[in-house]
C-alpha cells in the first residue's frame, strides 16, 4: 500500500511539475517588449512598486525612466531603484535625462550608470532651446543647431567614456525645415560624430510630421537604435497600439535596417483610456504587428 501511495504520489508531482513549467514557457512567451514609464508617470509617482507590478502584469520586460531628479530615479537612490527592478523580473534599458546640462552632466551620468541603464536619452533641447507654444500647444527649438550638434558630441564623448549610449529622441519640430530652410533632425544626423551619438525615433511624432521613418532609415541606416512605438487615431491623436492608423508591421520589417535595438511602447495620454489599461491595450497589439 505504502509502494502505491508512493507511486501515485510522485505521478501527481510529475504532472504538477509539467503544467507548472509549461505555465511559466507560456508566461515567458508572451512578456516581450518595453514600455516608457513617461506613459504611467502618474502611477508612479503615486506608488511605484504597485505600478511597475501593474507593468510586468501587463507583459512588459524592457523599461525606459523618465523620473529622475536630484541624482534620484522616481524618488530613489539609483541603486536602489535597479534592485527594485530587478526583484520586478525588469530590466532598465534607457532613461530620459531632460535636466541634463554641460554643468551636470557628470552627475548625470553616474546616476545612470549605478542605475544599470544602456541608453542615456536626451528627450528635448536642452538649456533654453526648447520652446513651447501654449496658444497653439506646439513645440519648437531655436535655429541655433550648431549648439546642439556641440551639445550633443560632447555629452555623447562622455556617456561613452562611461560605458553608455547616447541618444536624441525626436518630436515633429525636428523634421520639419526651420526658418533658415534646414530640417533639423537631419542636421544633427549629418554633423554628429557616429561614434559616440544616434537617435531613438518616435514613431508618432514622425509621422504626424509627415515624415515616413523608412525613408529615414533608408538614408541613414543604423542610426535609429531605440524607437517610441505609439498609435494615432484618425484625428491626430495618440492612441493604443493596434487602435491607431499608422502601420507599424511595415515599419517592423525595417528594424535592421534602422538598427534598432529595442523599442518602447509610450502614450503621452491616454484619453479614454486609464494609463493602465492602455499599456496593457497596447501590448496585445504589438502582437498583431509581429513585434516580439
Not at 510522485?10 to 507560456?26: H, N, Y
Request: charged share 25%.
Amino acid at each position: 500500500m505504502k509502494f502505491k501511495y508512493l507511486k501515485s504520489t510522485v505521478k501527481v508531482l510529475a504532472i504538477a511539475s509539467i503544467i507548472f513549467l509549461t505555465s511559466c514557457q507560456g508566461t515567458s512567451k508572451d512578456k516581450f517588449g518595453g514600455l516608457a514609464l513617461y506613459t504611467v508617470r502618474d502611477d508612479m509617482g503615486a506608488n511605484t512598486e504597485a505600478t511597475l507590478d501593474s507593468v510586468a502584469k501587463a507583459g512588459y520586460v524592457n523599461i525606459e525612466a523618465a523620473g529622475y531628479s536630484n541624482g534620484k530615479f522616481y524618488n530613489m537612490a539609483p541603486e536602489d531603484f535597479k534592485k527594485l527592478l530587478d526583484e520586478k523580473g525588469l530590466k532598465g534599458i534607457s532613461t530620459h535625462q531632460g535636466s541634463a546640462t554641460l554643468d551636470n552632466i557628470n552627475e548625470e551620468i553616474a546616476a545612470v550608470k549605478a542605475a544599470g541603464f544602456t541608453y542615456f536619452v536626451i528627450p528635448v533641447p536642452p538649456m533654453g532651446h526648447f520652446k513651447y507654444y501654449p496658444e497653439t500647444q506646439t513645440m519648437g527649438m531655436d535655429p541655433d543647431l550648431d549648439f546642439m550638434i556641440n551639445f550633443l558630441n560632447t555629452v555623447g564623448k562622455k556617456c561613452s567614456d562611461a560605458g553608455l549610449q547616447l541618444l536624441y529622441h525626436n518630436h515633429d519640430f525636428e523634421f520639419k525645415e526651420n526658418e533658415n530652410g534646414i530640417v533639423p533632425i537631419e542636421y544633427f544626423l549629418e554633423n554628429t560624430d557616429t561614434k559616440y551619438v544616434n537617435f531613438q525615433m518616435d514613431l508618432f511624432w514622425v509621422t504626424k510630421a509627415g515624415a515616413s521613418p523608412i525613408e529615414y532609415f533608408e538614408k541613414y541606416p543604423g542610426r535609429f537604435k531605440l524607437w517610441h512605438v505609439k498609435d494615432m487615431s484618425k484625428d491626430g491623436k495618440f492612441a493604443p497600439v493596434g487602435e491607431g492608423t499608422i502601420d507599424f508591421s511595415k515599419i517592423w520589417e525595417k528594424r535592421e535596417l534602422s538598427g534598432m535595438k529595442y523599442y518602447m511602447v509610450e502614450q503621452d495620454q491616454t484619453f479614454h483610456h486609464t494609463p493602465l489599461e492602455a499599456i496593457k491595450i497596447s501590448h496585445d497589439g504589438l502582437k498583431t504587428f509581429g513585434f516580439n
